[in-house]
């Protein structure tokens, strides 16, 4: 009796079986303020290795809030676009709604009852080929961003794929801001669809002006980018008028503006969640939402090529 009882207090004693002293954890490490050395350095480490993988894979999301849709009450255009895919040097792979594509050099090859074609706008089963990332685009515009464009404002962390991330959030604004969404690295916004009216009548083209939301997700262990996303958003002051005329009224339009001041008036510190912030837009203001997911970096295969394809596409 006495041994089992020495025994007993020999395993309370023991901090593997003690209950009120559970194993210590490894503490996570302390995030970057925003704005610090810290913080930019991690910006520059992501996009300088995603730049030397050259390949990859990742799964894209977009979705568009056209304003003058939004005005004039369309309850259509506002699907997300969806594509899965990959990239080897200036190759690009895609599927979209279940249809394979390949593009390189401006050129697209679309598989088409079982072959491939060539083809400008439209994949095999006739829908129009949705925008695809290019990641070496999109890395070398970020790259080229003034310093100042490119200063973390935000800093949270989260997890992507079971991996603990460092979000680092970036406001490009101003000339930076437009020339951003005007690379050709981000899809187009909904502001787009102004087009449809073509500038007739000579009638001059407003200025239109861009504030693009970037949140980087760095693996926090490897320094990887596991997550791009963003919130571009397009101020057009022309919709103002179209939408005046869709909903028929100028009083009513002017009651809902004078509440969206004051609305903006009584809006306190910015708001952020998953990086980006939280922010209705303004009546004429058109909000392109994207995000891509990043996997076998370095790693990832592209489809083959036989000769007919090599030459039509001729990729590096």
Request: proline letters at 7%.
């Amino acid at each position: 009796m006495m041994r089992s009882l020495a025994v007993l207090a020999l395993l309370a004693a023991n901090p593997l079986f003690a209950q009120d002293n559970p194993p210590a954890t490894t503490p996570a490490p302390a995030l970057p303020a925003a704005g610090s050395a810290e913080a930019q350095a991690l910006v520059d480490k992501a996009l300088e290795k995603m730049l030397a993988y050259g390949r990859g894979s990742f799964a894209t999301v977009q979705s568009d809030d056209n304003a003058m849709m939004r005005g004039a009450g369309i309850p259509f255009g506002n699907d997300d676009t969806e594509v899965e895919g990959g990239w080897s040097n200036n190759l690009r792979w895609g599927a979209h709604d279940g249809s394979d594509f390949l593009l390189a050099n401006g050129r697209m090859l679309a598989k088409v009852d079982g072959k491939w074609k060539l083809r400008g706008k439209k994949l095999g089963d006739g829908k129009p080929a949705p925008f695809t990332l290019d990641p070496d685009l999109l890395f070398t515009a970020l790259k080229e961003l003034p310093a100042e464009a490119r200063k973390v404002v935000n800093v949270d962390s989260a997890e992507v794929g079971g991996k603990a991330c460092t979000v680092l959030s970036l406001q490009i604004e101003g000339e930076s801001g437009s020339e951003f969404a005007e690379s050709g690295a981000l899809p187009g916004g909904g502001g787009g669809g102004f087009m449809m009216f073509g500038g007739g009548g000579g009638m001059p083209m407003p200025e239109i002006e861009h504030c693009v939301y970037v949140a980087l997700f760095v693996d926090a262990a490897s320094g990887d980018l596991l997550r791009f996303s963003c919130k571009a958003f397009e101020e057009n002051p022309m919709f103002a008028n179209v939408q005046i005329q869709v909903a028929g009224g100028g009083d009513d339009e002017m009651e809902e503006e004078t509440e969206e001041k004051e609305e903006k008036d009584a809006a306190g510190p910015m708001k952020w969640k998953k990086g980006l912030p939280v922010k209705k837009p303004g009546k004429t203001e058109s909000v392109t939402t994207f995000r891509a997911d990043f996997k076998n970096l370095g790693l990832a295969e592209a489809p083959p090529l036989d000769d007919k394809m090599k030459t039509l596409l001729r990729p590096k």
